[in-house]
């Protein structure tokens, strides 16, 4: 089998897509075709990579997916990543009939949530996919669910969990990282960490208006791209109440992401309640701060708070101060249940639970041709 992978995310700092090239492999001989940064340099011929960040980058994606799929020839499967990749995919497939289709919805962007005209656009075609495709694959149950009463699919799509840890790169220099890092990793404070940089929609404005009310000392990391009207908001919010312990560090490299949430206490998951695709979050991060041995407190997005329930990792509530309260006052035993958690995952058992689903549904695909 033969498969070209597609995808508009960035190879470097996208988790899923990575695991989800690792499982194609094991499908078949896999061909990948995503963005990285100008000065990458890809470890295998197969994995083709796009460099342009002109602003008509996407179109000139579009048009060399297609054309890689001419060019490499007798490609028995599309893999289409993520919502971006769903343009090229329709393409291949109009001219292409025969050519089978596996879709990752990684998201669930629900076309009535949308408020502007992009957001409709990339839904409808989306949607158009969805009905070509021979396999859709979720990130979670809640939206595998959602996704077969929505759009009236014949099959329940495929649940793929974001279970992913993060890795040093063979280039990892852990002398730099030490310091870089030594000065604010120092001290007694309990360090968090939250990776949805000052993320407004993601409440972490309320989780620095909640800081003074921690009942230990404490140094928090806002981790991540933040858009400017946010930092100032974050700003404005420390600048008002006079809250020290708050470190902006905008995006991170894996190497030091690792690194920080390594030698940090807990990891904050947050999400927000407003659309149907923030409610269902199917968060690598969580997963992340757990292989890293790092209790995590969470909003009440359903699919979080049933992890915290049922496995003691951590806390699910509107207050983040009194769920880091609680975290800190038994840190120790958060730990232990989260050492005994991650025992019983496996990202290389998640993987093959999806590559055995995948053989399965596309043997019954050929059988039924």
Known sequence: MNILFLSYGRFEYDGRQRELIKICKQLGKTHYFTCTEPDFVPSEPEHICFRDTSRTA??????????LFEELGNIDVVFADNRKATVPALSIKKKHPDVRIIQDARELYLRSEMTTFSGRMGCIFEERLYKKADIIIAANEYRAKRMQVEYHLAEKPLVYENLRRLAYSPQADMKKLSVRFGELLSGEEYKIISTSGCSVQRTNDKLVETLPRLQYPYKLFLVGDSAPQDREAIDKIVAENGISGVYILGRLGQDEL?????????GVVNYGQYDTNNIYCASGKLYEFLYEGKPVVTTTNPPLADICAQLGVGEASDDYAQALNRVMDDYEGYCSRVQQAVKNMSVEENNDLLVTALRQRLALKEETK
């Open 58 to 67: 996407y179109f000139a994606f579009i048009r060399r997916a297609v054309r």
């Open 258 to 266: 690792k690194y920080l949430i390594d030698h940090s206490h807990i």
